[in-house]
């Protein structure tokens, strides 16, 4: 089936990507899409504050070696819908746009690869619909935490770099001011938006491995950069942000705003109550990839507890370690890719895409 309401194409690195529009569960989902339109699906959901185009590297890569890859802007971002009510950015709501997409895209399963927010999607997606799964994988954000709420972060936190008594919300303070001061923590994302894009997009820091993060004092210093009324100018970080992400992303946030984005992290009660009706317990029985990103200091997985649970509901279970910071796919793609591909080749050899014709001889 073709790909639904297509309307522009691009070339990068020698790989024709599609642009498109997919209208299903009540609004509209833009997306990229690469690679033979018949190939094996693999679609990547992206996360905060980002869009499709931020798995470009992946794209290009996984639509060369002959997979159909689609890359959806999430509910708020990009040319998808951007919804008013923070409610509409609960994940049952952003699960059911996943699982409209891929009905949409004439598809009956994929594989999903997700990271940040678009990870506690992808969880979301496997633990109630794993008939449409044929494999997940997240960066960053390991399972049954995110997509949980605050409360089950705080359980798996490192409290010798934490202390409770200085820091009772640890690496997730900034989720806590979001949930006090959604408005005015917009205001100031929304005032330089590309002075946000920025601030936010760069790499890992060795030196900081271990080492109480700054998300731990933003309530304490009143909000993003101390409180200040616009995120300050700084310089890219060009290991992670190129002239062209950075217009692209500028662009989109100018557009929706951070508002929608920041409403993800303000249905912590409805998404525990969803990922309390998981099937099967919650256990996943497909296969399951991790990439810890072994810098990332709000996901510190390397330091923390944060991916216990997800190696006891996890029966097919596979994790590697990237060294790289919270945007390891744009950090450290080869790396990413690599570890990808190997999983797949692995764990799901009947998806590798098959030749077109006979060997020579």
């Not at 923070?86 to 409209?100: I, K, N, P, T």
């Not at 969803?274 to 399951?288: A, E, F």
């Not at 190696?311 to 370690?321: I, L, P």
């Not at 060294?323 to 190997?342: D, S």
Request: proline share 7%.
């Amino acid at each position: 089936m073709n790909d639904p309401s297509t309307r522009t194409t691009f070339t990068r690195a020698g790989v024709t990507l599609t642009e498109g529009i997919a209208a299903g569960n009540g609004h509209s989902i833009s997306y990229l899409a690469a690679g033979p339109e018949d190939g094996p699906m693999l679609v990547f959901v992206h996360g905060w504050p980002a869009n499709g185009r931020t798995w470009k590297h992946q794209l290009t890569a996984f639509a060369a070696l002959g997979f159909r890859v689609i890359a959806p802007d999430l509910r708020g971002y990009g040319s998808s819908t951007v919804h008013q009510r923070r409610d509409a950015y609960a994940q049952e709501h952003l699960v059911g746009d996943m699982v409209a997409l891929l009905d949409r895209l004439g598809r009956e399963q994929a594989v999903w690869i997700g990271h940040d927010w678009g990870s506690a999607t992808v969880w979301g997606l496997a633990a109630h619909h794993p008939e449409r799964c044929a494999a997940v994988a997240s960066i960053c954000v390991p399972y049954r935490t995110l997509e949980r709420g605050v409360p089950a972060l705080l359980e798996h936190v490192n409290r010798s770099i934490y202390p409770p008594d200085t820091h009772p919300y640890a690496q997730f303070d900034y989720m806590h001011y979001y949930a006090s001061e959604a408005e005015r923590a917009a205001q100031v994302l929304d005032a330089r938006p590309a002075n946000s894009v920025r601030a936010f997009f760069r790499g890992g820091v060795p030196a900081a491995h271990g080492k109480p993060g700054p998300t731990s004092e933003i309530t304490r210093n009143g909000g993003w950069f101390a409180g200040a009324d616009a995120v300050p100018d700084l310089p890219p970080d060009t290991g992670v942000l190129d002239e062209e992400l950075l217009a692209d992303l500028t662009s989109s946030l100018t557009g929706t705003g951070f508002g929608a984005s920041i409403a993800y992290y303000l249905n912590d009660e409805a998404n525990r109550a969803y990922s309390d009706t998981s099937l099967n317990g919650g256990r996943l029985d497909m296969p399951v990839l991790f990439l810890e990103a072994f810098y990332d200091q709000v996901a510190d997985t390397s330091v923390s507890r944060l991916a216990e649970p997800m190696r006891r509901y996890c029966t097919d279970f596979t994790e590697e370690s990237i060294e790289a910071g919270h945007w390891a796919q744009l950090e450290q793609p080869t790396a990413v890719n690599a570890a990808l591909a190997r999983w797949l080749a692995t764990k799901t050899p009947s998806l590798w895409p098959q030749p077109t014709h006979p060997p020579r001889t």
